[in-house]
């Protein structure tokens, strides 16, 4: 019961909470409280937007690599015994991660190709950015078209987004121990919050429309607690089974694989190409890489004291 509590505090964390976070700028803008032109941010808060980031990226590798893909082997060598999943004698979790990573890889270049074929997206060659930068961000949308186009070219950003969000929501949801749960919230509230604020802020000052930036926040926010709703549809234990069993551990293993893709590419590589210093985006990442650590060594140290407890009842 306890783990169920605990997902669906999740869910409104990751639901509602990250919509107040992403309105709020926009609400700012409107009132006067932000800067109306994106130009007029003070590098003060460039700098904090990414070190904020680079934390929740290294937060989130830790549980890929010492929470999650754990539990994914742990699955795997459970159903192997039981005779519900072949025993290939291949390494299976990290094939399906490395399955999840290429998955979302293969999305985002499809859709970075429609968007760019479209001209709803620019390439970051020729535009500004740190020496040796390269590659293509969801925050290049061509700011100066207006009615139908920018909403569909918002749309698809959204749902370029939504797709990792999906698979985040998944995670947590298959998670099967309660720290677990508070683990992957605190790694993926931690870069939501301030992916929701910078696009808030993005489309606030932008030409879309305020309402349609309401529900396409709607939507992003939206997308992470069906997330996790399917992976507890998955767990429950009235519905276990080989079925069951077999989906658990090939959703488990994409969504980590999701979750990789999104540190390397969504978070070091686009933040890296920001006009801020590097150690302090390597320095913020390790924090987040400590924090976990110290956090899975309290969590260790916590199941312990229980075991000694229950021996001694």
């Given at each position: 019961?306890a783990?169920?509590?605990?997902q669906?505090?999740?869910?409104?964390?990751?639901?509602?909470v990250?919509?107040?976070v992403?309105v709020?700028p926009?609400?700012?803008?409107?009132?006067?409280?932000?800067?109306?032109s994106?130009s007029?941010?003070?590098?003060t808060?460039i700098?904090?937007?990414?070190v904020l980031t680079?934390?929740?990226g290294g937060v989130?590798?830790t549980?890929?690599?010492?929470?999650m893909?754990?539990d994914?082997n742990e699955?795997?060598?459970?159903?192997?015994e039981?005779?519900?999943?072949?025993?290939?004698g291949?390494?299976?979790?990290e094939?399906?991660?490395l399955?999840g990573f290429?998955?979302?890889y293969?999305?985002?270049?499809?859709?970075?190709?429609?968007?760019v074929?479209?001209?709803h997206?620019q390439?970051?060659?020729?535009?500004?950015?740190?020496p040796?930068?390269?590659?293509?961000?969801?925050d290049?949308?061509?700011s100066?078209?207006?009615?139908?186009?920018?909403t569909?070219?918002g749309?698809?950003?959204?749902?370029?987004?939504?797709?990792h969000?999906?698979?985040e929501?998944?995670?947590?949801?298959?998670?099967?121990?309660?720290?677990?749960?508070?683990?992957?919230?605190?790694?993926?509230?931690?870069?939501?919050?301030?992916?929701a604020?910078?696009l808030?802020?993005k489309?606030?000052?932008?030409?879309?429309?305020p309402l349609?930036?309401i529900l396409?926040?709607?939507?992003?926010?939206?997308?992470s607690?069906i997330?996790?709703?399917?992976?507890m549809?998955?767990?429950?234990?009235s519905q276990?089974?080989?079925m069951?069993?077999?989906?658990?551990i090939?959703l488990q293993?994409l969504?980590?694989?999701?979750l990789?893709?999104?540190v390397f590419?969504?978070i070091l590589?686009?933040?890296?190409q920001k006009?801020v210093?590097?150690?302090?985006?390597?320095?913020?990442?390790?924090l987040?890489f400590i924090f976990?650590?110290?956090?899975?060594?309290?969590?260790v140290?916590?199941?312990?004291?229980e075991?000694v407890q229950?021996e001694?009842?």
């Amino acid at each position: 019961m306890a783990i169920v509590v605990a997902q669906v505090v999740s869910m409104l964390f990751l639901g509602l909470v990250t919509w107040i976070v992403g309105v709020l700028p926009l609400l700012g803008v409107r009132k006067g409280w932000l800067k109306e032109s994106e130009s007029q941010q003070t590098p003060t808060m460039i700098n904090l937007f990414s070190v904020l980031t680079f934390f929740g990226g290294g937060v989130i590798l830790t549980s890929c690599l010492t929470h999650m893909l754990p539990d994914v082997n742990e699955v795997v060598a459970a159903a192997i015994e039981i005779g519900s999943f072949p025993d290939s004698g291949l390494p299976v979790a990290e094939i399906f991660v490395l399955a999840g990573f290429l998955m979302i890889y293969i999305l985002e270049e499809v859709l970075h190709h429609l968007l760019v074929k479209c001209g709803h997206l620019q390439d970051k060659e020729g535009m500004d950015s740190k020496p040796g930068g390269h590659g293509h961000s969801h925050d290049n949308v061509i700011s100066s078209e207006e009615g139908i186009q920018a909403t569909a070219r918002g749309f698809l950003v959204i749902l370029a987004l939504s797709i990792h969000d999906l698979f985040e929501g998944v995670a947590l949801g298959v998670a099967r121990r309660e720290s677990s749960v508070w683990f992957l919230l605190l790694a993926f509230a931690s870069h939501k919050w301030v992916i929701a604020g910078c696009l808030g802020l993005k489309w606030a000052r932008s030409a879309l429309k305020p309402l349609v930036a309401i529900l396409y926040m709607t939507v992003f926010c939206v997308v992470s607690p069906i997330g996790v709703g399917v992976g507890m549809a998955l767990t429950d234990p009235s519905q276990e089974g080989e079925m069951t069993t077999n989906a658990l551990i090939v959703l488990q293993g994409l969504a980590t694989g999701s979750l990789l893709y999104v540190v390397f590419f969504e978070i070091l590589e686009k933040e890296r190409q920001k006009p801020v210093p590097g150690v302090l985006q390597v320095m913020a990442m390790t924090l987040g890489f400590i924090f976990m650590v110290l956090l899975g060594l309290a969590e260790v140290k916590s199941e312990r004291n229980e075991e000694v407890q229950m021996e001694l009842l």
